[in-house]
């Protein structure tokens, strides 16, 4: 499956962005989807993940309550809603896809990334 991701730009804190990402090829609704993001500097690191019928998610502690994943395998697309943004999630977020995972939270996971979308949040 290919992965395309898009949506990203510069925000002010406080702010809200969504990202999208969009499959190709292979059945992209059997697929889990998450989203990952590395700051310069510092390791990549898993920030949502949805199953591929919707019905469950994953986030990371530092997004909890302010991001929301979503998919539309309709569209075969995913979705990244980014709320009361801060300065500290400015990264490039990267789109991430797989069958069967054991650990969603792991980038490794996943085999199949899209090329990433910089978000920028200015204080």
């Known amino acids: 499956v290919q992965l395309q991701a898009s949506g990203g730009g510069l925000v002010q804190a406080g702010g809200s962005l969504r990202v999208s990402c969009v499959a190709s090829?292979?059945?992209?609704?059997?697929?889990?989807m998450g989203w990952f993001r590395q700051a310069p500097g510092k390791e990549r690191e898993f920030v949502a993940a949805v199953s591929w019928s919707g019905a469950n998610t994953w986030y990371a502690d530092s997004v909890k309550g302010r991001f929301t994943i979503s998919r539309d395998n309709a569209k075969n697309t995913g979705y990244l809603q980014m709320n009361s943004l801060k300065p500290e999630d400015t990264a490039v977020y990267y789109c991430?896809?797989?069958?069967?995972?054991?650990?969603?939270?792991?980038?490794?996971?996943?085999?199949?990334w899209g090329q990433g979308t910089q978000v920028t949040v200015s204080s």
């Open positions: 090829g292979r059945t992209f609704s059997r697929y889990v």
């Open positions: 991430a896809a797989d069958q069967a995972l054991k650990v969603v939270t792991a980038d490794a996971a996943y085999r199949y």
